[in-house]
């Protein structure tokens, strides 16, 4: 094109570069105006002279450039340069370490549906795992076309949702939890619960209730169901043949009815208006208004309180002392037996070993008659290597049972001692012990012949003594 310019005419203008930066220099264009006459066309090198005339030294797109000086487009932005945008910082995270409320029945291994077993929380315990943070990213720093930084914004850093009875760790980046108790989300924060409570009965719409803390139950607890707390259990209602175990006390304002199946169970005190057709067992005392047709065990007193506080038809077991108005009646009820001086679970115990070391000889008359069968077989050298083997293991079989026997008596006479040891304690009757009633204080029993009317019985050095209440 040189060749056909006319030198000195005014007409004639080269190509000209214009060079544009966006307001924040992340992106530059250049505009090309076209050349008049026999004017001159910009090679590459001119339009790279014209970016760095405009400071624009970052993110030059080589293609474009060269392109454009190759087949100008002329009046039309070109984009010539592009920077690198900064990357946000990640927001912190949480990993939660608990399942939320799920309130279904679940299925058992062979398919089939228990409804009495729903995920309405979840226990955990002191210092557990309930969530844990991930700590925001600071993000990545950018470029502009003139080769400045462009600052990222850091993620942003969440508090961690610790609420109710929980704690944070040490380097601040886990939720734990402060007490035992039922873990739950509520709104944002995590919480634990160390008392559940129950604002109705205790049935197909809770289902069973296992918790690690203490249980309040507005109603009460339809048969079938259960009731298991490491705390203590307060029930409002009645319990209907269900199940209640406390590892401290337990209350049953409406009483306990056995109807059948059902027992209670407590470590500390309990305390309830009746016991019918039950089976309850306190680790310290045990309070009520009046027993029917129950067995009671207490590690401290059994107290029945009120007018109308009598035992019918029970047996009742206490540490040190079981006080009533009344126990039996005239009419066709089964005597009761009151057991006092010992701890239940060493009275109960020494019942236990008896039958145990009675199923141990059992075992062992069992085993020597095979025994004898095999020696003699063995004798005349008609035995396999397999029933040989089978004489081993009858003979080492045989051995522990003779182990276990040994143990046993050394345990009888363990439990035996500790119930002379602490055979003392008393029964008060304010009203009328009834004829048929059994007493035993200790090792020293007595069964009542005759009415025995404002009565304290206690242990003395010739059985039991019967002295005025």
Known sequence: MDGL??????????ATAEVRLSADRRKAWIRLHAPQGNGKLLDEAALRQQLAAAGVCFGVKDDAVRDLAIHPRYEWDELAAEGVP????????FAYHFAAADHSPQFRADGSVDFKQLGIFQNVRTDDVLCTKTPAAP????????GGVLPALPGKELRLPAGKNTKISADGLQVLAACDGAVEMRGKSILVENVYRVSADVDYQTGNIDFVGSVYIQGGVKPGFSVRAEGSVVVDGCLEGGELSAGGNATVSQGVIGVRTGSLRCGGTLRCKYLQNAFAEAGQDLEAGYIVNSTVRAGGSVRLLG??????????????????????SHGTAAPSTLVVGSDPQVAERSAQI??????????????????????????????????????????????????????????????EQRLLESGYGEIIVTGTAFA??????????????????????????????????
């Open 5 to 14: 310019r006319q030198p000195g005419n005014p007409a004639d203008t080269d």
């Open 307 to 328: 007018r109308s506080a009598a035992i019918l038809s029970s047996q009742v077991t206490a540490g040190r002392l079981i006080e009533c108005i009344n126990v039996g």
């Open 86 to 93: 900064p990357v946000k910082g990640r927001d912190s995270s």
């Open 139 to 146: 993000g990545a720093d950018g470029t502009d076309v003139t």
């Open 354 to 415: 008896p039958m145990e070391m009675e199923k141990a000889r059992n075992q062992l008359a069992s085993l020597d008659r095979y025994i004898e069968i095999f020696t003699h077989q063995e004798e005349q050298g008609r035995l396999s290597e397999t029933q040989k083997q089978d004489l081993t293991k009858l003979r080492d079989g045989r051995d522990a049972v003779h182990a276990q026997l040994d143990d046993l008596a050394a345990e009888k006479d363990e439990v």
């Open 436 to 469: 048929g009633t059994h007493l035993i204080i200790g090792t020293e029993k007595k069964k009542l012949t005759i009415d025995m009317p404002y009565a304290r019985f206690t242990r003395g050095e010739e059985g039991i003594v019967i002295g005025s209440a």
